[in-house]
T-cell receptor, first 111, second 111 residues
C-alpha cells in the first residue's frame, strides 16, 4: 500500500519568514495530494490540494509543489503569521479515494 | 448545511463495554471514512464506504465494525472496548472529487 513520509516533525519559524514542509510518497499511482491544517483540539481542515497533472498551485500565502518523478511534494507558507501555528498533515491517494496521511509537522511561529 | 456531525463528543468506556460512534453528513457525499488519531500522531483509516450498502477495511480495522444503510449515516461500532482503542475518532465524507471534509471528532477514553 501507499506510504507517506513527512519532514520535519517540528518546525519553528520567525514571524514573517517562510516555512517549508516536505512529503514523499511510495505509490506511483497516487494522483491527489491534499494538505490539512489541524489546530489543537480541532478537526483537520483542508488548506490546499494538488492533482498529479499540475506541478504547482498557489493560494495567497500558501503554495504546493509536486515532483512526480521524484515522488515528493511540498507545502510552502510565506510571510508566516501567528495564526499559522498548527499541525500540518500531507496526504496522498490514488483511484481508490483512500487517503494515506503523513505523521504531521508541528509548526510554531515565533513572534 | 451542517456538514459532517459526530456524536458523542466525549465518552469514557470501561474495558469490555460496547458503544457506537455516530456520524452523519448532509452533503449527499457517496464516500465516507472513519479515522483514528492517537496523541501526537497522524490519522489512520479504520473503515471506509463508497456508497450505501458498501463498506471496506482500512489500515486498522481490528476491533471495529461499520454499516452503511443510508447515504447520510456511517456508524462505527466498538464491540469489546480495550485500552488500545483510546483515541480521537474522526469521521469524514467526500464527493467524487476526493476532497475529504471532517467531522469535529469523538474523544474516547477506555479505562
Amino acid at each position: 500500500g501507499e506510504n507517506v513520509e513527512q519532514h520535519p516533525s517540528t518546525l519553528s519559524v520567525q514571524e514573517g519568514d517562510s516555512a517549508v514542509i516536505k512529503c514523499t510518497y511510495s505509490d506511483s499511482a497516487s494522483n491527489y495530494f491534499p494538505w490539512y491544517k489541524q489546530e489543537l483540539g480541532k478537526r483537520p481542515q483542508l488548506i490546499i490540494d494538488i492533482r498529479s497533472n499540475v506541478g504547482e498551485k498557489k493560494d495567497q500565502r500558501i503554495a504546493v509543489t509536486l515532483n512526480k518523478t521524484a515522488k515528493h511534494f511540498s507545502l510552502h507558507i510565506t510571510e508566516t503569521q501567528p495564526e499559522d501555528s498548527a499541525v500540518y498533515f500531507c496526504a496522498a491517494s490514488s483511484f481508490s479515494k483512500k487517503l494515506t496521511f503523513g505523521t504531521g509537522t508541528r509548526l510554531t511561529i515565533i513572534p | 448545511n451542517a456538514g459532517v456531525t459526530q456524536t458523542p463528543k466525549f465518552r469514557i468506556l470501561k474495558i469490555g463495554q460496547s458503544m457506537t460512534l455516530q456520524c452523519t453528513q448532509d452533503m449527499n457525499h457517496n464516500y465516507m471514512y472513519w479515522y483514528r488519531q492517537d496523541p501526537g500522531m497522524g490519522l489512520k483509516l479504520i473503515y471506509y464506504s463508497v456508497g450505501a450498502g458498501i463498506t471496506d477495511k482500512g489500515e486498522v480495522p481490528n476491533g471495529y465494525n461499520v454499516s452503511r444503510s443510508t447515504t447520510e449515516d456511517f456508524p462505527l461500532r466498538l464491540e469489546l472496548a480495550a485500552p488500545s482503542q483510546t483515541s480521537v475518532y474522526f469521521c469524514a465524507s467526500s464527493p467524487v472529487s476526493e476532497t475529504q471534509y471532517f467531522g469535529p471528532g469523538t474523544r474516547l477514553l477506555v479505562l
